[in-house]
């Protein structure tokens, strides 16, 4: 048996942006896609019968509704989750469709046409940009959430 998991989003731009620590996460699901970037340590991400060591400077991408677990490893870890409402991929076109990314910088055989520092860079910008609180940063961070789905 799985967890689902109830995510609250910011209501501004409709992701939930944060940076913890990771002990342990049994397995669980939920609707949103979450893009994990590990700042410090290491992380064993645990997908379907897949399981991954992702270092220091790793970035993957959890589909929506996909079974997933986070343990720690033998060393302390500092991680950035951003999970993004369903609702914001794919809903332009009023299209009922689910879209299915993949994104694991510990793949060497699936690099993206633009590489994965893209990526981490987008995903170090939106999390330095939802530690400030003025105005203006919530549309930073709507464009830059913006920005990572359309490079998705």
């Known amino acids: 048996m799985y967890l689902f998991e ?6 501004k731009y409709k992701a939930k942006i944060f940076t913890t620590s990771i002990n342990h996460s049994s397995f669980h699901w939920h609707y949103d896609y979450e893009l994990i970037l590990i700042l410090k ?10 399981n991954m060591l992702l270092d220091s400077q790793k970035i993957i991408l ?15 870890n500092l991680c950035l989750f951003i999970q993004i409402n369903k609702a914001m991929i794919g809903n332009l076109r009023n299209d009922n469709k689910s879209y299915y990314f993949y994104l694991n910088s ?8 633009n ?8 995903a170090a910008c939106i999390g330095i940009e939802s530690q400030k609180k003025e105005l203006c940063n919530i549309y930073r961070i709507k464009s830059l959430v913006y920005m990572l789905i359309a490079d998705l």
């Open 41 to 50: 340590g290491s992380l064993i991400v645990n997908v379907g019968s897949r």
């Open 6 to 11: 109830i995510i609250e989003h910011e209501e």
């Open 115 to 122: 590489g994965y520092e893209a990526y981490i860079y987008i």
């Open 62 to 76: 959890l589909n929506s509704q996909e079974v997933h677990e986070l343990k720690r490893t033998q060393e302390n």
């Open 106 to 113: 510990n793949d060497k055989n699936h690099i993206p046409k």
